[in-house]
């Protein structure tokens, strides 16, 4: 029968044996100890590890790293009533120059008040962060893929403009800040004069062309805080934030006049627009909002076209 290890043999095996590095450092992060299986590991032997800094072994993002929390965690170190084991993903740089992820496990070491070092072990993870970035890669683009989606379900597919439905989440938000704060915002609904006629002497290649260009135009000429967004058919709405009726008149004709002059690529054809333009009031909903303002507009078309009025 075979008799049991003294304490000493015991612990010489398990070192020796544990696929894991056990370690010891001093208070500088050098190494007083290391495990024979190293070798295995790093491709170094203990000796040569043995009076070098854990930092020598470091990529040097790991190496920053360690440095920038041993900095911020040396006044718990060196409390002896601080005994919590501290876990480091690092990158080590083994012997032959190749890099590999591992584990650390650090807790410090005390003889009464005085505080030693750090004892701990050191674990090959590197199959675990192959599987941590592939699926870290995976959900990058799985929201890259919904940010996509998103976008698509945002956008007017021809234009490229906001749709109604981005609409009603913006105006709700400048609401939700004229009501709280008192920030004003403006809209201005637009559409282009005499599009029917321009669809059926051009063709409707031609009129889709047509409504590119105008929302690249008018998404040029606007601030990066406004927005543009396509109503239906030839119809659009500018939403304006903090700006209140005079500021929505000066865009506005700002506006009518870049697209009266812009040459749309049509033979003896100019193209003009009708606008109306108004502020919003606490005591209306964003319905009746816009229908206020959309009235404004069919003032403007039925008394003589590429002109303004106001709601």
């Not at 012997?95 to 496990?105: I, L, N």
């Amino acid at each position: 029968m075979s008799q049991p290890l003294d304490e000493y043999r015991r612990y010489k095996y398990v070192i020796e044996n544990i696929k894991d590095i056990i370690w010891e450092m001093d208070t500088k992060l050098v190494f007083t100890f290391v495990s024979p299986t190293a070798k295995a590991m790093s491709g170094y032997n203990e000796e040569e590890m043995i009076g070098r800094s854990l930092l020598d072994f470091l990529s040097p993002e790991s190496k920053t790293r360690i440095i920038e929390q041993w900095g911020q965690n040396l006044n718990k170190r060196i409390d002896r009533n601080f005994k919590a084991t501290i876990l480091y993903d690092v990158a080590f740089i083994c012997k032959d120059g190749k890099t590999m992820w591992c584990e650390v496990s650090v807790k410090p070491m005390y003889r009464g008040k005085d505080f030693l070092g750090y004892i701990g072990t050191t674990r090959d993870i590197s199959e675990k962060k192959v599987y941590e970035n592939k699926l870290k890669s995976y959900v990058e683009e799985l929201e890259y893929k919904n940010e996509q989606l998103e976008m698509l379900a945002s956008l007017d597919m021809l234009t490229g403009a906001f749709n109604r439905r981005k609409f009603e989440h913006y105006i709700d938000l400048e609401i939700e800040k004229k009501e709280n704060y008192g920030s004003p915002f403006s809209i201005i609904i637009f559409d282009i004069d005499n599009f029917k006629e321009i669809n059926d002497s051009y063709g409707h290649k031609t009129g889709d062309r047509i409504l590119k260009d105008i929302t690249s135009l008018i998404k040029y000429t606007l601030r990066a805080t406004d927005k543009l967004f396509r109503w239906g058919g030839d119809e659009f709405i500018i939403l304006l934030p903090e700006s209140n009726l005079k500021n929505a008149i000066k865009v506005a004709n700002k506006i009518r006049e870049a697209i009266q002059l812009f040459d749309f690529n049509i033979k003896n054809k100019r193209i003009t627009i009708s606008l109306g333009a108004g502020g919003y009031t606490l005591d209306e909903n964003p319905e009746q909002f816009v229908a206020r303002v959309d009235n404004a507009l069919l003032r403007a078309k039925f008394s003589g076209k590429n002109k303004i009025e106001i709601s």
